[in-house]
């Protein structure tokens, strides 16, 4: 019996401290960079848009047959669509802050730290990124903007300042509540809307 219950409090402890580490972990770098990376082909979940190939060779023109002055027009149609694919690249982290505040745990670092590697990886070095802060409905709506600017302020700041990221690639902004990733009343919190959303604005 006394074993049975040495097993079952260490059952507890690892079950405690797997929570712990689900709850803390977030994407990897590797897969921060696979959401924000041009690829020149969009997955069909993309509303809207068109493989660029498939693009192309719809656009392209019939090698025996002449078309009109307004259809030649239309191959410029692929860089239009490979530039509204660049605008829906984003990611949504869940980036832990102090409780009505701006100032970011270790968790937030850790998750930060990942991001850095990523915006810093030769794969998006070239692009700019806007940092919009988000909020729950717990609270005023002005207090949540305001709150949302600064946190996303010192996502930019921390970034920055970490990895050497200049200003210019960083667009940093904050919505409040208007944009709720999981739809709520008001007063309720919800750890989803709590987020920083990074979105690839191109180059």
């Known amino acids: 019996m006394r074993f049975t219950g040495v097993s079952a409090a260490a059952v507890v402890a690892l079950l405690g401290m797997g929570a712990a580490h689900a709850q803390s972990s977030g994407p990897s770098a590797q897969q921060i960079i696979q959401a924000l990376k041009p690829t020149g082909n969009v997955s069909s979940t ?9 693009g192309a060779a719809q656009a392209a023109p019939a090698p025996s047959v002449a078309k ?21 690249l984003s990611i949504n982290l869940n980036i832990d802050f102090a409780t009505g505040s701006a100032k970011l745990t270790p968790q937030a670092v850790t998750e930060l730290d990942r991001l850095g590697r990523a915006l810093t990886d030769k794969t998006l ?8 802060g988000h909020t729950d409905t717990t609270g005023a ?19 920055m300042s970490k990895f050497d990221i200049p200003a210019t690639r960083l667009q940093a902004t904050g919505v409040g509540e208007a944009d709720l990733l999981v739809p709520t009343g008001p007063n309720v919190a919800n750890r989803a809307n709590r987020r920083v959303q990074i979105i690839n604005t191109g180059k």
Do not use: C, D, E
């Open 68 to 88: 009109p002055a307004a259809m030649r027009m239309k191959t410029t149609a692929p860089a239009a669509v490979s530039h509204a694919a660049a605008q829906t």
């Open 46 to 54: 993309t509303r809207g848009i068109v493989p660029l190939a498939q």
């Open 141 to 159: 709506a002005s207090t949540n903007l305001a709150l949302s600017q600064a946190r996303a302020a010192a996502v930019k700041t921390y970034l």
């Open 125 to 132: 070095a070239a692009y700019h990124f806007r940092v919009v």
